[in-house]
């Protein structure tokens, strides 16, 4: 990573990961908290032993020389990119980023502004935007078995390379996908391109079917727009929202939830189907007890936190695994899952609650994130044309 000094038209502004740190909301901690912190009782440890810094300004803004597009590759001048939990678990290093400095983001969407060699699928000012996969080998049985995301030299976006906390991106054209017309304005198509693509991966993942019952667990990002896919593709099934925060509770009332609870409570019906997208286990506890029979739990996330893993001892066979109940968890997505997701989304002209944030805003925004004060998806706008 070049850093430059004088500001000329080669160069981008970036939001760049340099090292490794717990988020500072301000708002976690009690005195005698602080106290047991500062003793480092909580603070999340690194191999060294050394507690992570705590701040409130994990990224840093940099001046950086703009990527040039290799072969079969094209620079992206983004528009728009979704802010998504991963990011958290990159920055507090629950999913370590291999690479450092990053710059973080997988949900950039924008518009094609220079071609490398060889390019034939995309052309300047197409449309485009990049999810979590960012290659793959091809090779191997899981890429030939259509299970690229599980492909032992996956490369994550934002993650591996250079991500869309930037006002440019370089990606192969191959794993570049084309950004529907009708889905309109490119801020609300941003969060999609991870909470839609992966939520719709969880989706298919239950074995979901028309007239089969629901149950979302966590309502953030992802469940929201899962509640309106499912809308869409299931309409006579019931769909349940599980989730402490009652603003949430209430949105999913308004997005057409047929019933919205806490966590710890029991669905007016037994779930065929789950979606667990929150960082506790004792959301798995709780959906296991309200399946049905030969129901199935998908765990969407990345890395669960250890905080209440002890609550996992209360799992009763008889009353949480017997009678054929299934748990998968979701790992990465595959271009497929992202094209067909996107082709839905734009017949159902799917709109996620969007709170935008300037690029130099995204300190703000993953604070905002961790500390649950606002809902929906949350979006870094960038260069904004209104394409
Ligand atoms: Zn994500
Ligand atoms: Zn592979």
């Not at 500072?24 to 050394?50: I, V, W």
């Not at 995309?122 to 995301?149: H, P, Q």
């Not at 934002?158 to 009708?182: N, Q, R, T, W």
């Not at 067909?340 to 709170?355: D, G, W």
């Amino acid at each position: 990573m070049k850093q430059v000094s004088a500001v000329s038209s080669s160069q981008m502004k970036a939001m760049v990961l340099r090292e490794l740190c717990e988020v500072d909301t301000g708002m976690e901690f009690n005195a005698a908290d602080k106290k047991a912190a500062q003793k480092g009782k909580f603070a999340r440890k690194l191999l060294s032993g050394e507690p992570l810094p705590r701040k409130s300004q994990p990224l840093e803004l940099c001046y950086l020389q703009i990527p040039e597009p290799g072969p079969k590759q094209i620079l992206i001048k983004i528009s728009a990119c979704g802010v998504c939990r991963t990011e958290l678990d990159q920055i507090e290093g629950r999913v370590s980023p291999p690479k450092l400095p990053i710059i973080p983001g997988h949900q950039p969407v924008g518009v094609v502004a220079r071609l490398g060699k060889d390019v034939t699928k995309f052309n300047t000012g197409d449309r485009a935007g990049v999810t979590w996969i960012y290659s793959a080998c091809g090779r191997c049985k899981f890429c030939i078995r259509g299970l690229e995301n599980l492909c032992d030299e996956f490369k994550a976006t934002g993650c591996h390379f250079d991500g869309g906390y930037a006002e440019y991106m370089v990606i192969s054209e191959d794993y570049a996908l084309k950004i529907p017309e009708e889905l309109g304005d490119l801020i609300y198509v941003a969060p999609l391109m991870c909470s839609g693509v992966i939520g719709y991966r969880s989706l298919k993942l239950t074995d979901m079917e028309d007239g089969k019952t629901l149950g979302l667990y966590g309502f953030g990002s992802a469940n929201h727009l899962v509640l309106q896919m499912s809308n869409f593709l299931y309409p006579n099934s019931k769909k349940f929202v599980l989730t402490r925060n009652l603003k949430e509770q209430e949105l999913a009332k308004k997005l057409g939830a047929d019933w919205a609870g806490d966590i710890k409570e029991n669905t007016p019906e037994k779930l065929d189907c789950a979606i667990d997208t929150t960082p506790v286990w004792k959301s798995v506890v709780f959906a296991l007890s309200n399946l049905q029979k030969g129901g199935k739990l998908v765990i969407n996330l990345i890395r669960k936190v250890d905080t209440d893993k002890n609550l996992l001892l209360e799992l009763q066979y008889e009353k949480h695994l017997w009678l054929e109940k299934e748990v998968k968890s979701v790992a990465n997505v595959t271009r497929k899952d992202g094209e067909e997701f996107l082709a839905i989304a734009a017949k159902m002209r799917i709109k996620p609650r969007v709170t935008i944030y300037g690029l130099e805003e995204a300190n703000k925004a993953l604070v905002e994130l961790k500390s649950g004060v606002s809902v929906g998806s949350k979006v870094l706008r960038i260069d904004y044309g209104g394409l």
